[in-house]
């Protein structure tokens, strides 16, 4: 990480800490019990956490792989990711498009899982998601961008639970990237 994004990871860290994480009994998207959950949209859509998160993200993309053109993932936790992402590379001049996978093709018109700008064939992309729990989302994400004929480089998350996502998406011949993990939220050690 770029040495003075350091204050502004901290800071993202302890919106997520105070307004996502929780402490409690639920079932996940995979349908796995877990005793804390992590809510990012409860940061990703607050104007600071927006900021924060486009500008880590999109900063961990271009030391990753630099070649992407273009950033999305499964609606609806990539959705404000991979819009932060694209502004913040805005920003820096190296724009990166966005786009949003669907969960299920469009049911009429143009019935397809890719929404946004008309990517070309063969373009760099990366995924972007929230939570990494089974890497299931993101994988999904990746194969419906693979079908539509885009060159995947790996999958960018905000958290990685570190409960086998990150070995689901190496079976796939992906790579795993995230800003922060488990330990963040729990003090784990290794």
């Not at 919106?15 to 949209?41: M, Q, W």
Request: with cysteine; aromatic share 6%; glycine share 10%.
């Amino acid at each position: 990480m770029n040495d003075s994004l350091a204050p502004d990871r901290e800071r993202l860290l302890e919106l997520l800490r105070t307004h996502s994480f929780e402490r409690r009994e639920v079932i996940l998207a995979s349908g796995r019990p877990s005793n804390f959950y992590i809510d990012c949209k409860r940061t990703t859509l607050r104007a600071e956490g927006h900021w924060l998160v486009g500008r880590l993200l999109f900063d961990l993309i271009q030391r990753e792989a630099p070649e992407a053109r273009a950033v999305g993932g499964l609606t609806l936790g990539a959705d404000p990711i991979a819009s932060a992402v694209s502004m913040a590379s805005w920003m820096a001049a190296r724009p990166l498009e966005a786009f949003i996978v669907r969960k299920e093709a469009k049911g009429h018109g143009t019935r397809r899982f890719i929404e946004g700008p008309a990517l070309p064939p063969g373009l760099p992309v990366v995924i972007v998601e929230d939570v990494v729990t089974t890497g299931g989302s993101g994988l999904f994400a990746a194969e419906k961008a693979r079908e539509a004929g885009l060159d995947v480089r790996g999958i960018f998350a905000l958290v990685d639970r570190r409960e086998g996502g990150r070995e689901a998406v190496e079976e796939k011949g992906l790579r795993l990237f995230s800003l922060f993990d488990r330990r963040d939220f729990l003090g784990e050690e290794d």
